[in-house]
């Protein structure tokens, strides 16, 4: 994997993507995690939600992608990835993913990135380690 | 009701997981994975892997029945409802592929409060059936209320 033009300051591809309405009952039979908060509307409203909220970890599953697709889809490539869920993220709103070098090493890249929803803040202070 | 750090260092039974073909494609389909390797077998074998391989995020899969389990435990005593996911981290090793048997362990690390919440924070660790680990993983559940 060739981690070239990825110096110090350089910035990744963003990324956008909205996720469909349906998008949180996929993610939890994909990834087997079915708290009702991501899919039953009438329970997330109980428990004072505006509505189903996305996973977290289908929005970190997003940064991932991020970083591996900019260097040409190798899952390899990703070593490391820290991230802080913060604001929620919410079904059919364009979620933008923004990550940035800024370290090289000698066998990789730092980044840092977050996660946007218009003004919400749904992944922050996102550290990762790209390996060549 | 302050936490109790009697949990702290308790860890739990293994888990087993069988990595399926299609399980993989199910799992790349949902968070946008189109890279070839995670779809098409002929892609990921001329890329160099043994069978058609997981995208990094595919351990929350494998990995989660043994953290369940941790945050589920009584002795841990999380209040579910109360609970968010506040952080994670995953540090990848050898990649996952189809046919791999991967065991997964999880223990409690950390249990501490600030600022009326609590943080639990749980650490896992998956190795494939030749020895390998292929991921290590830092949950950090955060609940609200516990003072």
Redesign the interface.
Known sequence: MSLEGLDEGAELPELR?TPDKY?PN??A?????FNPIHIDPEFARQ?GLPGVILH???S???V??AH??AVG????S????????RGMGMPEQEIVIQTKVVERTEHGAITRSEATQGENRIIRNGEGELRA | MPVSTEAVGKSFPATQYEVGREKIREYASAVGETSPVHHDLEAARAAGFRALVAPPMFCVVYSAPAVGAAILDPDVGIDFAAMVHGGQEFEWGEPVCAGDLITSSAKVVEISERRGMGFYVFESESHNDRGERVVRGTWTNIVRGVS
């Not at chain 1, 039979?29 to 995690?33: M, Q, V």
């Not at chain 1, 990703?78 to 869920?85: P, S, T």
């Open positions: 993507v998008l996929r993610y039979g994909a990834s087997g995690d428990v977290g970890l289908y970190m599953a997003l991932a992608r591996t697709h889809g190798d899952p390899r990703l070593a490391r990835l820290r991230v802080q869920f």
